[in-house]
């Protein structure tokens, strides 16, 4: 117990060696145009959801603050990363670990909650279109956006401290670009990942449960749809729930991809393919995705750039 002690105050840092020494410059090349990508993209939709007149209903409000989260989400991961393969160096400290930790738990549990409200804002806007404006005023979306953004911030801390609970024994070598769970429990102590295993589950009955809501209210949607007989009406309404659809699924696809590599006992490249899907795939592709689909978006970015 006293050397498992004693190789846990000794860890001042880790080592991230996510990809072969060989491929730093074209992964590092690679995850700068991704990265590049992905903030002009996520900012353009801050830009124009902020400025244009036309692009100030709760959905653009939510849509808002998804693009921060997905800026703040890959920026967390991707600049460390780029960083570390242009100096050659593949060290970040034990506290960067910890804040990585908690930034992407953190950032990860936010946008989750927030797609779930924007699922409710779809919920009333056409169920209950009567109702809209009172269930959805301006405080009501600000309260559900403060509390999307707490949730997050609760899930990080606790993912975070579970995780760094334990004795980590062996080689303090991550075999990922960045500080990870899956990764790091790997490096823990016999016996000492029972705990944040437990947060793990939790956390994913809790996602399940949330997400068969979303189920449920979508069926009620695609239902009052199939109801309408305009067929421009239902195509209509239709597109404006593809977008949040199409997000929904990546966000928790490339998760559970991420966390299926957690049963894989010893480091590999698909680990390492697993981790760039959910980290880099969500925030660089939503702005495509709710840019391409949604026709309100695209007369605002005609309108900006002529």
């Known amino acids: 117990m006293m050397d498992t002690i004693t190789n846990t105050t000794e860890y001042m840092e880790f080592l991230l060696m996510g990809y072969p020494d060989e491929l730093q410059t074209l992964c590092a090349t690679l ?3 991704i990265y590049l990508g992905a903030l002009v993209g ?4 801050i830009t124009i959801t902020t400025i244009d007149q036309h692009l100030q209903s709760p959905m653009y409000f939510f849509l808002k603050n998804l ?3 997905d800026i703040c989400y890959i920026s967390v991961t991707v600049p460390k990363s780029i960083m570390n393969s242009v100096t050659n160096t593949h060290s970040i400290s034990f ?3 910890v804040l990585q930790v908690f930034c992407v738990i953190f950032l990860a549990g936010t946008e989750f909650a927030l797609l779930l409200v924007m699922s409710y804002d779809r919920y009333a806007a056409i169920c209950l279109p009567l109702h809209y404006e009172a269930i959805m005023n301006k405080d009501a979306c600000v309260q559900m956006v403060a509390v999307a953004w707490l949730s997050g911030c609760i899930y ?16 303090n070598v991550v075999y990922q670009f960045f500080c990870d769970i899956p990764s790091l429990l790997r490096l ?28 449920i209210s979508y069926v009620h949607i695609f239902t009052i749809i199939l109801r309408m007989p305009s067929i421009q009406g239902r195509f209509k309404i239709f597109s404006t729930c593809i977008p949040h659809l199409t997000v929904v699924t990546l966000f ?12 894989v006992k010893s480091p590999s490249s698909l680990n390492l393919f697993m981790s760039v ?23 605002a970015l005609h309108n900006i750039f002529g």
Request: charged share 5%; proline share 4%.
């Open 42 to 45: 996520n900012f353009l939709i």
């Open 95 to 97: 506290l960067g670990c």
């Open 67 to 69: 693009s921060l989260i």
């Open 156 to 171: 990080g801390s606790v993912h975070a401290t579970g995780t760094f609970s334990v004795h980590f024994c062996g080689p």
């Open 252 to 263: 928790l696809s490339s998760a559970f991809v991420a966390y299926l590599g957690s049963a």
């Open 31 to 33: 995850f700068f145009l």
């Open 188 to 215: 823990a102590c016999f016996g000492d990942q029972i705990l944040e295993y437990v947060f793990i589950i939790t956390s994913c009955c809790f996602t399940f449960l949330c997400f068969i809501l979303m189920i």
């Open 277 to 299: 899907f959910y980290s880099l795939l969500p925030p660089s592709l939503n702005p495509v995705i709710y840019s391409f689909r949604n026709s309100d978006v695209k007369v």
